[in-house]
């Protein structure tokens, strides 16, 4: 089975790219993030057309994450348990994690907060995000809570550069997000609980980037980051046998700035 990661930017504008992509890659399941629509607004019925169901769940122009599989899509769950809110007035639940599973798989489309600045309390956000995805992951392995031998793969946009190496200049990243202590420490956690960056596994060369900005000529000049990322559980990490990295999905016309992250599972 073929599974993959994408932030697709706008899924209104590239359900066509997107579909054409998993054709011509014959890829099973995709988690896409920030789709930018509400449920009514999402094109189902273009991945419907060639053979895939599909899960959404967004309510607004931000944001936003979906689950497209053709092999079943089962036991969906809008939001993890202990999912922080965010807003001032009235905090809401945004719609930035969405689980099922496909094919025997537990899959989780995730959208990590961008964090906007470490003062800001977007920020906060963002760390209370990754701790309470982290407690809610503990318990789908833990074997008083959960299930160790469960099939479990948390992809999506990360907002997290782990290392130095993962930007094509780290210290154009001075002061600002994604690259703070806290945030690098809330990422590696996952590692501590059992779960793989499976990824960084098959794909350890420096400078390996799935965004590249549309400013200032970023994707000719390899300008970007790798901030999309899967992390595995014990009982999935021995049957990822590959994973590459689509950067050809960043050419041609209106690409998303992010490209698919792709693993190959093994029966």
Known sequence: MRIATW???SVRARAD?????????????????????????????????????????????W??????????????ETHFAGQPRWGAEDPQIESRALGATC?????????????????????????HFLDSLLEAAGTWVDPQLGDPAAPIALMGDWNVIPYDTDVWDVTAFEGQTHVTPGERKAFFAFGDIGYTEITRTFLPDEHTYTYWDYQQL???????????FAWTSPALTPRVAGVSIDREERKGKGPSDHVPVVLDLAD
């Not at 579909?19 to 629509?37: S, Y």
């Not at 970023?218 to 999309?228: E, H, Q, S, T, V």
């Open 7 to 9: 932030n697709i930017n």
């Open 218 to 228: 970023a994707f000719p000049k390899n300008k970007g980051l790798r901030i999309d």
């Open 17 to 61: 790219r997107a579909v054409a992509w998993l054709e011509r890659t014959g890829t099973d399941v995709l988690a896409l993030q920030e789709t930018k629509c509400t449920d009514a607004q999402f094109p189902y019925s273009v991945f419907e057309a060639a053979g895939y169901e599909v899960t959404h769940i967004g309510s607004s122009q």
């Open 103 to 127: 094919g025997g798989v537990r899959v989780w489309s995730l959208y990590v907060p961008h964090g906007r600045h470490p003062d800001d309390d977007h920020y906060r956000y963002k760390l």
């Open 63 to 76: 944001n936003g994450v979906a689950i497209v599989s053709r092999v079943g899509i089962e036991d969906v």
